[in-house]
């Protein structure tokens, strides 16, 4: 049996988050889904796992909406192919934030940074004036990263604040650009930087996921490798 793996976000307001919960945890139970889905009132954040045709209609469910959420039909997603389910069981939680970075400013739904496709990152890049700044951990960046960007040094994502508040002036640093593992980081860190008053606020869509999938290793900015928070620990580009 050849299970899907889907690893999905959305930021987008929830005004009952419990009440989605209530929703959706017997769909998913009804459907053989295993994994964990965060939900709270700016969105939600999950990786769930099973049958191919039963994870589509879960996420359809999750696009057409229902009396608990608006549709969700913006949905940043990737699946993967798993031979056995990578979980055991189903946890749906509610919790204050979908991705934790105790900045109330910092709302995505609302204002977040633009969007830059993965075919479309190196020529930003390339830009002089551009300010690279990797939004992950120091666990994470010193196992790859991009070329030339910034290491913020922070061990947990709440501690980015600080480092916006030290290191980063919106009159010095017009542009700037940043990435994470799969989008979601720095989604959020590109609505505070926003709140904060930088002007150009820049974010590599789908992380450094979707980027080494579609950039050919020739043409990749990219060294070394990307921490994944599941059995691979890390991926990048084959070698040879």
């Known amino acids: 049996m050849t299970i899907t793996v889907a690893a999905f976000y959305q930021f987008i307001q929830v005004p009952n988050p419990m009440a989605l919960r209530e929703a959706l945890l017997p769909l998913a139970s009804r459907l053989g889904l295993k994994g964990t889905l965060i939900l709270a009132q700016e969105g939600l954040n999950g990786t769930l796992s099973g ?116 290191a980063l002036n919106p009159m010095q640093h017009r542009k700037i650009a940043m990435f994470c593992t799969g989008g979601i980081r720095c989604e959020k860190a590109s609505s505070l930087l926003l709140a904060r008053g930088f002007p150009e606020v820049y974010h590599l869509k789908g992380g450094i996921l979707a980027y080494l999938d579609k950039i050919p290793a020739a043409q990749s900015r990219w060294q070394g490798e990307c921490f994944v928070f599941d059995e691979r620990v890390s991926v990048g580009y084959a070698a040879g």
Request: include cysteine; charged fraction near 20%; hydrophobic fraction near 45%.
């Open 51 to 166: 049958e191919t045709d039963r994870v589509m209609a879960f996420l359809d469910a999750l696009r057409a909406g229902s009396g608990a959420a608006p549709p969700m039909t913006d949905l940043t997603l990737k699946c993967a192919k798993a031979g056995a389910m990578p979980f055991r069981r189903l946890k749906i939680r509610v919790k204050p934030e979908i991705v934790t970075l105790a900045a109330q400013e910092a709302d995505p739904s609302h204002r977040a940074g633009t969007y830059v496709a993965p075919e479309d990152w190196n020529a930003l890049l390339a830009d002089p004036d551009v300010l690279l700044v990797d939004t992950r951990n120091a666990f994470e960046v010193a196992l790859g990263t991009f070329e030339g960007a910034t290491d913020p040094g922070t061990i947990q994502f709440t501690a980015f604040p600080a480092f916006v508040s030290h």
